[in-house]
């Protein structure tokens, strides 16, 4: 950041009165710019045992398969942000959410939130961001074609707590020592 938004002058990295980490701070109106982690939320879809996944039809890992998320919007839940990207990338209508697992990646600034739902009239289609989406059972999840680490953490840890049908929240923290080349 090198200029303010309120006032249009320049900003400069320094530790304001009662704060504990250098902040962005205007030199003329001095209003501090806090710069905050960005909230990836999605949905992991279910119809009967089978598990909704889309393959991507963007960067990164174009042409892999994920679960429907991207990042939430201002002025929404983040279980309304979720459903909106089930619907986005999957023209699916998300019911029943439920959250069912966070990660927080404090490496490049993103806590991921994702809920378990059903789709309303178990319709599902494909969005703008994605080639194509299709219902998977256990046996026929593409492992080797997922896009990111973290769904098929998801998918695995789902696979057994379905089993139970006990769904407990869980939140991993996930920290390289340098940032990979792509995470979701």
Not at 37 to 50: E, Q
Not at 56 to 69: C, H, K, Y
Request: with cysteine; charged share 25%; glycine share 6%.
């Amino acid at each position: 950041m090198k200029f303010c938004n309120q006032c249009g002058a320049t900003v400069s990295l320094q530790v304001p009165v009662d704060d504990d980490r250098e902040r962005h701070v205007c030199s003329a109106c001095e209003t501090i710019h806090y710069i905050n982690p960005k909230v990836v939320v999605g949905c992991l879809p279910t119809v009967g045992d089978r598990i909704l996944l889309c393959k991507r039809a963007i960067e990164p890992r174009f042409g892999m398969w994920t679960l429907p998320a991207g990042f939430m919007e201002n002025g929404e839940t983040s279980a309304e942000g979720a459903a909106r990207e089930t619907w986005e990338e999957a023209a699916a209508k998300a019911i029943d959410l439920a959250l069912y697992r966070i990660f927080d990646v404090p490496y490049i600034n993103q806590v991921y939130l994702f809920y378990r739902c059903r789709l309303e009239n178990d319709s599902f289609g494909i969005g703008p961001e994605s080639l194509e989406s299709a219902l998977f059972t256990e046996q026929e999840i593409p492992w080797d074609e997922l896009a990111f680490p973290v769904v098929r953490e998801m998918l695995q840890e789902y696979l057994v707590d379905r089993k139970t049908g006990d769904f407990p929240v869980r939140n991993t923290v996930i920290s390289y020592g340098r940032k990979p080349p792509t995470e979701l």
